[in-house]
């Protein structure tokens, strides 16, 4: 059985903090293939809430990655590092820590903001 498996990358504008301005990326979000792992990079122009997770073809979230506040004044948890550009790994696994899938995996990247 092939399943077809997204990223999502939501940004979510941090108006309540303070910030002016509108969510957006710097660069835009990548994902590659390294060994049996995806590598996921993106990077934001300015301070945002951000939530990292893979999701299936029907839109349910097979695993939720990471979520938090990029370039706020406390560091965000992990494994999101303090800074406006981030690089994840996936290890194809779902939030159960079972394998996310049976056969190949079609990865493309959604992204809402």
């Known amino acids: 059985m092939r399943t077809t498996c997204?990223?999502?990358?939501?940004?979510?504008?941090a108006?309540?903090?303070g910030w002016a301005g509108e969510?957006?990326?710097s660069a835009r979000p990548?994902?590659?293939k390294a060994g049996g792992k995806w590598k996921i990079g993106f990077a934001v122009a300015a301070p945002t809430d951000v939530e990292v997770a893979v999701l299936a073809a029907d839109g349910r979230?097979?695993?939720?990655?990471?979520?938090?506040?990029?370039?706020?004044?406390?560091?965000?948890?992990e494994p999101l590092r303090?800074?406006?550009v981030q690089q994840l790994v996936w290890e194809g696994k779902d939030d159960l820590?079972?394998?996310a899938s049976r056969g190949s995996i079609a990865t493309t990247i959604r992204t809402w903001w």
């Open 23 to 25: 969510a957006s990326f």
């Open 97 to 99: 820590r079972r394998p």
């Open 6 to 13: 997204c990223l999502l990358v939501l940004l979510l504008p």
């Open 61 to 77: 979230v097979v695993r939720h990655l990471a979520a938090g506040v990029l370039g706020g004044k406390c560091p965000p948890p």
């Open 30 to 32: 990548t994902v590659t």
């Open 82 to 84: 303090a800074s406006l």
């Open 15 to 17: 108006v309540g903090m």
